[in-house]
Every structure is written in structure tokens, then in C-alpha cells.
């Protein structure tokens, strides 16, 4: 199967198990559900649940037992975007070519869809059919999710992120602050795969998680570089909003051309870390091209 065959794959099996979700909530605050079920739903890459869902069928994972941290990854995700949006962070008022969560309906429900929306996702680890010699696991799952959610992870993040904006930070602060803000999440969708795999050597874990970390950095950069030279009708969001808001990105800090020679050495330093791994890591090759590469 090629890239885009089983990132369409996953997508189709994410939406489905997100879907069915909110459609299963009751209708005590329907606005509320509406607008979960709009930022879930409206579009997305869906990188973080083809993450899990590549990872674990590298290490021979059942696709039903994914399901669960798939769904409860993109929750988190489309939570914290409903946030970033709002005036009081970036104040934005286009996500994925569709008007922002807070635009589409108003500010105290966007503030309201996001809360639930975090909540919802440690409901569906909790509750999510998994296979019974696995569900010991569950508890972890939940640990992973959490930290990579909260303070030390993307949270945590976006307040560096914020205290950094129209400020002057060295080139190891912004990498401190992007391995939480968006690093987190994606190394914790390597995480929760590797926690519900049978067999896996410290060693392997290891090469793993160097992988997940070097590929949600080489994310944020190329996010940074579309920034200043992406366009808006493929990037879902306005071109220049980093630079308009002064905020710290990788292309102000060490110029354009360098920034696109850094992304290029962590492609290096992600796919030596897949070689080193003792899996058909084909997949996971592919997906990093994919990353380095995109355009949106």
C-alpha cells in the first residue's frame, strides 16, 4: 500500500470512529455538539492519527486496537487549534479554508467545544474497545496523552510560545518550545503505539522516539518556512500570520535559505534513525518525505 492510499486509509477510519463519537453524545447542549463535531470534522491532514495508525502496523499493532489513540490524539489536536484560534491567543479567523470555531458560531462556545473536546478524548481511551491482553494498557495510554497534552507538553508550549512572541530567544529556546508545543503530541502518537505493541527492545524504543522528536521539529519548521512562502488557498489560513504577529519561527531567526538547510539535516537525522530500526519502516520513510515536503 503507498503513502496516499493509506493516508486516505487512515482518515476514512479516524472521521468514522469520530463521528460516531459525537454523534453518540446526548442533545442537552446542542449548539455545544455542533460545534465539536464542526472543528473535528471540517478537514484536516491527519497526520497525528496516521502517525499511530503507521507505527503500529509496523509493529504488527491490530488497526482496531489504534482506533482509541487515533481518535483521542485528533481530539486533542482539534481542541488546541480551537484555542489558538481564539482573539486572546492568535486570534485567527480561518482553519483548514473554513471560518475559525469562535467565527462560525461565537467565542464562549468555541471556548466550550475545546474544553469538551479535551475531555472527550481521555473518554474514549478510557472507554474504546481493546483487545483484553491489552488492556492493562489503558492506563498508560491516558499518562501518555496526558503529559503530552498538559504543562510539559503542548500547553506548556503555547505559553513559551506566547511569552516569546515580539521577544528575541536563542535557537535552543525555540526548539524547546516547539518539542512542546507540537513535538509532544506527534512523539506521543509513536508513544501509545509502542506502549500496545508485544515486543519491543529498549533499543528499538529508543530509535523510535528519536524519530517522533526529530520529525515533530522538522514539522514546526516547515510550517514556519510555508509561513513566509506558502499560499493561503492551499495552506487553509492566512500566508504571513506568523510574521505579522512578530512571533518566533525559525525563518526570522536564522533567515529563509537557513531554515530550509535545517529542515533538510533533520530529514537526515530522522531517516538514520528509522534505519537503525529492525522494521519495514517504509511507511514511516515515506510519511517524513511527506512531511519535509508538503506544501500545505
Request: net charge negative; glycine share 6%.
Amino acid at each position: 500500500m503507498n503513502l496516499s492510499t493509506f493516508q486516505q486509509t487512515c482518515r476514512d477510519r479516524v472521521n468514522s470512529t469520530l463521528s460516531q463519537t459525537i454523534s453518540a453524545l446526548p442533545e442537552h447542549a446542542e449548539t455545544l455538539k455542533q460545534a465539536m463535531e464542526y472543528a473535528l470534522l471540517i478537514g484536516g491532514k491527519r497526520m497525528r492519527p496516521f502517525l499511530v495508525y503507521a507505527t503500529g502496523k509496523m509493529l504488527s499493532i491490530q488497526q482496531k486496537d489504534l482506533d482509541g489513540p487515533a481518535a483521542a490524539i485528533e481530539a486533542i489536536h482539534a481542541y488546541s487549534l480551537i484555542h489558538d484560534d481564539l482573539p486572546a491567543m492568535d486570534d485567527d479567523d480561518l482553519r483548514r479554508g473554513h471560518p475559525t470555531c469562535h467565527i462560525q458560531f461565537d467565542e464562549a462556545t468555541a471556548i466550550l467545544a475545546g474544553d469538551a473536546l479535551q475531555t472527550l478524548a481521555f473518554e474514549i481511551l478510557c472507554d474504546y474497545p481493546l483487545s483484553s491482553e491489552l488492556a492493562m494498557k489503558r492506563i498508560q495510554l491516558v499518562k501518555i496523552a496526558s503529559q503530552a497534552a498538559g504543562y510539559n507538553g503542548m500547553c506548556g508550549g503555547q505559553a513559551m510560545d506566547l511569552a516569546a512572541t515580539d521577544q528575541h530567544i536563542s535557537q535552543q529556546q525555540l526548539e524547546d518550545l516547539h518539542n512542546k508545543k507540537t513535538g509532544a503530541l506527534l512523539s506521543a502518537c509513536v508513544e501509545m503505539a509502542m506502549t500496545l505493541a508485544p515486543d519491543i527492545t529498549p533499543q528499538s524504543r529508543l530509535h523510535l522516539m528519536n524519530f517522533a522528536k526529530t520529525i515533530g521539529l522538522a514539522f514546526q519548521v516547515q510550517d514556519d518556512i510555508l509561513d513566509v512562502v506558502g499560499d493561503s488557498a492551499v495552506l487553509g489560513k492566512p500566508q504571513g500570520s506568523d510574521q505579522a504577529q512578530n512571533k518566533s519561527t525559525y525563518p526570522a531567526m536564522l533567515g529563509l535559505e537557513p531554515a530550509q538547510a535545517y529542515l533538510d539535516d533533520l530529514h537526515k537525522q530522522a531517516l538514520q534513525a528509522l534505519r537503525a530500526l529492525p522494521y519495514n519502516t517504509q511507511m514511516l520513510v515515506s510519511f517524513t518525505d511527506f512531511v519535509i515536503h508538503r506544501t500545505y
